[in-house]
């Protein structure tokens, strides 16, 4: 088992995705903010139609039944439509001079208030705040004067309706007034003003949709929170889930820890829970198999060192009293058999004594040059050479013995596949401040497309010459675990004539070196 890093290169966790979604979200309250402002609009202009059409009415009531007008004028009721409030409104009658004969109604001094709930103080609080950021005037439809009657009157009287906003000293519109000409067989007689305060121009229809904006706010906002606490839970039990199976295997891809299952006490269940649940069965098996695996070497050899040694035994006997072609192959086939043995055996107790060895600060440059120039001394037949760059002072944390078996590995390899066109050649140079880098050349073939890396894995093997010898694939892994324990790097590349001296493969080893006092 070993750890997996995603490749690609743009990644978006969970978290982040919906905080996104979150974020998209937050259109609608604008949404909302800018459907208010449209049915301001809407109200507006209805009102002032509903208006227009309130103040011609009456106009021709007061043409045609003036009896009907003065009765209930005197009963107290001026008109009785339904859409005409005269406790916020006021209704003028104006003489064919202009002067102000008859007027009914009133017009509050303060401001218009009706008593809301709380969704619907809520909405208008809503949409007051986001005036405060993106403010917007309504669009009234009529013009806008300070003396608005002056204009209305003059303009009634030479028969037409018009319409004005009554405007404050903050430029504010604070009523709607209206006029029109009052006639008398086929003759202008006066005028009909009538003003409304801005309040009473919305109906309750805005109040209704101000509660909405206020409902839906506080479901938005609930939904939101909702959203956000469950996706912190999910994303926190996903985190933990990814820890905890980090912490089931070790760097080098061991099982270390078994108790999986989540130590907190949950109410709910669900497909997370699930997946847990299921990887904790899969570790379960995959240590039994680990175990097993690890024990098989060992096992191998105890239970097969003795009847190997008495077949090699019996093959010695039988060498001395016949002479037959076939004892030479089964002399072959054994030695075979033991060097399958001794490779497992190997790497098992590599791996055993990497788990249990300590690392110590060590001199690298001095280490290698004492193991290469053995080497180069002792094989001559290997053609090596060896150039080291590193300076004498630089550390390694690890283990020099480790290091050297190492080497065995990569020059037995690097050995076997070269052509003999060139030196085996090993180079140590600095790689930054705090690596150093080991590169062990070799002219020959190239590696196959795709197996820079795998050749790293346990039970490789790419072998074409030497067929005689059996490999199991195991020198390469052992050099990795070695690379592995002193917190390093390898991988391979090819060589070719286009930017290097020669074709053949380079093998590369980092190494971090030793930041210690």
Same mark, same amino acid.
């Given at each position: 088992m070993v750890g997996f890093k995603a490749?690609?290169?743009?990644?978006?966790s969970i978290r982040t995705r919906v905080l996104i979604f979150l974020l998209l979200l937050t259109t609608l309250p604008f949404l909302a903010y800018r459907f208010a402002v449209d049915l301001h609009r809407i109200m507006l202009n209805n009102q002032a139609i509903v208006q227009q059409q309130t103040v011609e009415n009456l106009a021709l009531i007061l043409e045609n039944r003036t009896d009907l007008w003065?009765? !209930? %004028?005197?009963?107290?009721?001026? @008109?009785?439509? $339904?859409?005409?409030?005269?406790?916020?409104?006021?209704?003028?009658?104006?003489?064919?001079?202009?002067?102000?004969?008859?007027?009914?109604?009133?017009?509050?001094?303060?401001?218009?208030n009706i008593h809301n709930d709380f969704y619907t103080a809520a909405g208008k609080l809503i949409i007051k705040?986001?005036?405060?950021?993106i403010p917007y005037s309504l669009p009234y439809p009529y013009p806008?004067?300070? @003396?608005?009657?002056?204009t209305l009157i003059e303009n009634a009287l030479r028969g037409r309706t018009l319409q004005q906003y009554r405007m404050n000293s903050d430029s504010q519109p604070i009523s709607l007034m209206s006029?029109?000409?009052?006639?008398? !067989?086929?003759?202008i007689i006066g005028a009909l003003v009538l003003e409304q305060k801005m309040e009473t121009l919305f109906s309750e229809s805005l109040d209704y949709f101000y509660r909405l904006i206020g409902i839906g706010a506080l479901i938005f906002v609930i939904v939101i929170v909702g959203v956000m606490l469950h996706t912190a839970a999910l994303s926190n039990r996903i985190i933990r889930?990814?820890?905890d199976v980090k912490k089931t295997y070790s760097l080098q891809g061991h099982l270390t820890n078994l108790v999986f299952p989540e130590q907190r006490n949950r109410f709910y269940f669900d497909e997370l829970s699930d997946l847990r649940q299921h990887i904790d069965e899969m570790l379960k098996q995959l240590s039994g198999y680990e175990r097993y695996l690890k024990q098989l070497p060992k096992t191998l050899r105890h239970e097969l060192h003795n009847p190997l040694n008495r077949l090699s035994m019996a093959l010695t006997l039988l060498e001395k009293d016949t002479e037959h072609s076939q004892l030479e192959y089964a002399k072959h086939a054994l030695a075979q058999l033991k060097q399958i043995i001794a490779s497992l055996s190997e790497a098992t107790s590599i791996e055993d004594s990497l788990h249990s060895q300590i690392p110590e600060a060590f001199p690298i440059a001095v280490m290698l040059d004492h193991y290469m120039h053995n080497n180069i001394t002792l094989h001559p037949e290997w053609s090596l050479t060896y150039q080291c760059r590193i300076n004498k002072h630089a !550390?390694?944390?690890?283990?020099?013995?480790?290091? &050297?078996?190492?080497?065995?590995?990569?020059l037995s390899n690097a050995i076997d596949f070269s052509d003999g066109q060139r030196p085996v050649h090993v180079d140590c140079q600095p790689l930054g401040a705090d690596k150093v880098i080991i590169r062990v050349e070799n002219s020959g073939p190239a590696l196959p497309a795709g197996y820079e890396q !795998? %050749?790293?894995?346990?039970?490789?093997?790419?072998?074409?010459?030497?067929?005689?010898?059996?490999?199991?694939?195991?020198?390469?892994?052992?050099?990795?675990? %070695?690379?592995?324990?002193?917190?390093?790097?390898?991988? $391979? &590349?090819?060589?070719s004539k286009t930017k290097d001296a020669f074709d053949g493969v380079r093998f590369n080893i980092e190494l971090p070196l030793y930041q210690g006092s």
């Open positions: 490749s690609s290169k743009f990644r978006l003065a009765l !209930q %004028i005197q009963s107290g009721h001026p @008109t009785r439509l $339904a859409h005409l409030n005269l406790s916020n409104s006021v209704l003028w009658v104006v003489n064919e001079y202009g002067k102000t004969t008859y007027v009914v109604g009133q017009l509050p001094r303060e401001q218009f705040t986001f005036a405060t950021f806008q004067s300070r @003396t608005p009657e002056k006029a029109t000409p009052l006639m008398l !067989q086929n003759r889930l990814d820890n !550390q390694v944390m690890g283990d020099g013995f480790m290091l &050297e078996q190492m080497m065995d590995k990569l !795998q %050749i790293f894995d346990g039970m490789t093997s790419i072998r074409t010459l030497n067929q005689g010898q059996t490999h199991l694939g195991l020198g390469l892994y052992i050099v990795k675990l %070695i690379v592995d324990f002193h917190k390093g790097k390898v991988y $391979a &590349e090819n060589m």
